[in-house]
């Protein structure tokens, strides 16, 4: 059972920048696929974006270009730089672990963490 941690969330003006990582108990952590999902007061959890083994990347329109996630294998972490950020931004951010057939979708992944807050203020 491969357990997920989060860390570096807080509270930020907007067009700030903040950096999430998320830790891996176990390898192979380099198998896995690696998501990033945020979920909102009120909302449902969405897709933020996700790196592959190889280190190729995927994002939602709505951080193209403002979000960028990346791995390194030998710390089995994983992290997502968060830049220019906006205070519809505000959310809890989770990472997942596993193969999923479609990146986008939730129920794809096997492995959950359990979130660090990200609150944007304008």
Not at 30 to 49: D, I, L, S, T
Not at 103 to 117: E, L, M, N, P
């Amino acid at each position: 059972q491969v357990q997920l941690v989060e860390s570096g969330g807080g509270l930020v003006q907007a067009g700030a920048s903040l950096l999430l990582s998320c830790v891996a108990s176990e390898p192979p952590f380099e198998n896995y696929a690696m998501g990033w999902f945020r979920q909102a007061p009120g909302k449902e959890r969405e897709f933020v974006g996700r790196i592959i083994s190889s280190g190729a990347t995927y994002y939602a329109d709505s951080v193209k270009g403002r979000f960028t996630i990346s791995r390194d294998n030998a710390k089995n972490t994983m992290y997502l730089h968060l830049d220019s950020l906006k205070p519809e931004d505000t959310a809890v951010y989770h990472c997942a672990a596993g193969s999923p057939v479609e990146a986008t979708i939730r129920g794809h992944y096997d492995y959950w963490g359990q979130g660090s807050q990200v609150t944007v203020s304008s």
